[in-house]
């Protein structure tokens, strides 16, 4: 008796392959018309196989001169290789969301790790317009929804603190002071290493410790020290810290004097201002 043929899997159609894609099916639509995404038309209607798809998404994911085995796995692959010294920024200048993001991806951008501003700028911004980033606590998570392998040149994450904290769309409607930029180049990389840098900054103790370090240096020890112990399989107990900012000593000379000399000008009685005197007209001289 002849064996049984296999059926093969069955076709996927447009909306099933946005779906699986988790992309919307126009974009989906765009890259099947310029011939991107492997597919065949029956009856005049594209339709998919998955392992195509399958093999599709994997040369997505590395470069068409690399091995899918040779990029590094998000879950061991150290902080500290994508947090060189000048990736910290320890007071970010600008003010608006907007401002602060494309400060972070200049950062990228000057170092070389970035090689199409425009582009990463555009799509952080276009992700937080869906959703934002911020979390409680005063911390956000910024990154892109796609990755685009040829618009990054390394993996790389930027650390900003702004000192005063600007208002980011954080669901407890507080400030955001810290905020990390992710340009991580491959999808392997990018969720295990959010969810490390979640795991690392869930203690209000170490968001504060973070926004009170005076040095890059010090920032960046501290993230290699806690990413460690997230590695590690080490979980700190959470303490419930308040931030005390930590001033140097001529600005907390400045704070004493300036708060002296409004204790002091309170105690004065106000001072009543003296009404001047008309002045006095000379007599016109006598006409002879």
Do not use: C
């Not at 990029?71 to 994508?82: A, N, Q, R, S, T």
């Not at 600008?94 to 090689?115: D, F, S």
């Not at 040149?153 to 930029?181: C, H, K, M």
């Amino acid at each position: 008796m002849a064996k049984k043929s296999v059926p093969d899997a069955p076709l996927l159609t447009m909306v099933e392959l946005a779906a699986y894609l988790h992309l919307d099916e126009s974009t989906v639509s765009k890259l099947v018309a310029t011939g991107k995404i492997p597919g065949v038309q029956i009856e005049r209607q594209w339709r998919f196989r998955r392992p195509e798809i399958d093999e599709w998404i994997e040369q997505q994911l590395v470069g068409d001169d690399e091995n899918f085995a040779d990029v590094p796995d998000g879950m061991k692959l150290p902080l500290e290789d994508l947090l060189p010294d000048q990736a910290i920024i320890p007071n970010l200048r600008q003010r608006t969301p907007v401002g602060v993001i494309e400060e972070l991806a200049a950062r990228a951008y000057t170092n070389q790790w970035l090689l199409d501003k425009p582009w990463f700028v555009g799509a952080v911004v276009e992700r937080e317009s869906l959703n934002s980033t911020a979390m409680e606590g005063g911390v956000a998570f910024l990154h892109t929804r796609a990755k685009d392998k040829g618009k990054i040149g390394r993996p790389f994450v930027i650390v900003g603190r702004s000192w005063e904290g600007i208002q980011f769309g954080a669901p407890d409607g507080g400030n955001t002071y810290l905020f990390f930029l992710l340009g991580l180049k491959y999808d392997r990389l990018h969720l295990p290493i959010l969810g490390r840098l979640a795991r690392a900054l869930r203690n209000p103790a170490t968001i504060a410790k973070l926004r009170a370090l005076q040095s890059p240096d010090q920032i960046r020890a501290l993230l290699l020290k806690e990413d460690l112990n997230v590695r590690s399989g080490l979980t700190p107990d959470v303490e419930h810290a308040t931030f005390v900012p930590r001033l140097d000593r001529q600005m907390r000379l400045r704070a004493i004097r300036r708060m002296t000399q409004q204790k002091i000008a309170a105690l004065e009685p106000p001072k009543v201002k003296k009404k001047k005197a008309p002045a006095k007209k000379k007599p016109a001289a006598d006409k002879k």
